[in-house]
């Protein structure tokens, strides 16, 4: 089975421009979580989807908006890029329950200059 | 509100030598999870392991062990005959049944030197 897969692995964008990142989930699974890490402030959630409605949210601004499409995939947007923002974005994807173990894609590593 | 700590934020040791990694959690659900992932300098993490608030058998596979102990809150890491291609970043994770979010440790850099 092939695993999680994000696009792209490497984008350098500008201050006040926005982003969009992709993340295609393993075959059969249907909820698809974003994560952020940074060094100072490590791996933060910053949403889940399951079944295409955004069901769990972190502590993150409005600028951090995601969706789910009818085939589990899932896009994350930023816009107005701060240069805080600059971090390894991961998904991650499981069937759906808490109980369920997610698995995680390579990353998109997101410069902001 | 859930809260992973992992104290040891770097250790190096030389291969062959064992070491643990420590792993302490704080959760006022009496049902959660524990995991362990390791993130290769590639970024990807890769899932090693996943136990739940009930079993508290110790788990073993290959060179790599677990030990969970409730009455601590921990559950450490242990790695046999450490190899190098073991350096990685390794992190400790909590889940619990109020949301499908997982809480990560501030993760642990191991370095295995030849």
């Known amino acids: 089975k092939a695993g999680v897969t994000q696009t792209p692995r490497y984008l350098i964008k500008t201050r006040g421009q926005q982003v969009t990142l992709s993340c295609s989930p393993i075959?059969?699974?249907?909820?698809v979580s974003w994560y952020q890490q940074t060094p100072g402030q490590g791996l933060q959630f910053l949403f889940e989807y399951f079944s295409e409605t955004q069901r769990n949210k972190g502590n993150f601004p409005g600028r951090f908006s995601g969706r789910q499409f009818s085939n589990s995939r899932s896009e994350m947007n930023v816009s107005t890029l701060e240069l805080g923002d600059s971090a390894l974005y991961l998904c991650?994807?499981?069937?759906?329950?808490?109980?369920?173990?997610?698995?995680f894609g390579p990353g998109t590593r997101l410069t902001v200059l | 509100a859930q809260k992973v700590t992992q104290a040891q934020t770097e250790i190096s040791v030389v291969e062959k030598e064992d070491v643990t990694l420590d792993c302490v959690y704080e959760t006022r659900d009496t049902t959660y999870y524990l995991f362990w992932y390791k993130q290769p300098p590639s970024g990807e993490l890769v899932f090693l392991i996943r136990r739940n608030s009930f079993d508290e058998q110790n788990e073993i596979s290959g060179r790599y062990s677990w030990n969970f102990q409730k009455s601590t809150s921990s559950f450490n890491f242990t790695i046999t005959a450490s190899q190098v291609v073991d350096s990685a970043v390794y992190f400790c994770a909590l889940i619990h049944n109020a949301g499908n979010m997982l809480t990560f440790g501030g993760g642990t850099r191991l370095m295995v030197k030849p």
């Open positions: 991650a994807s499981s069937l759906g329950q808490f109980t369920d173990t997610q698995y």
């Open positions: 075959s059969g699974h249907r909820s």
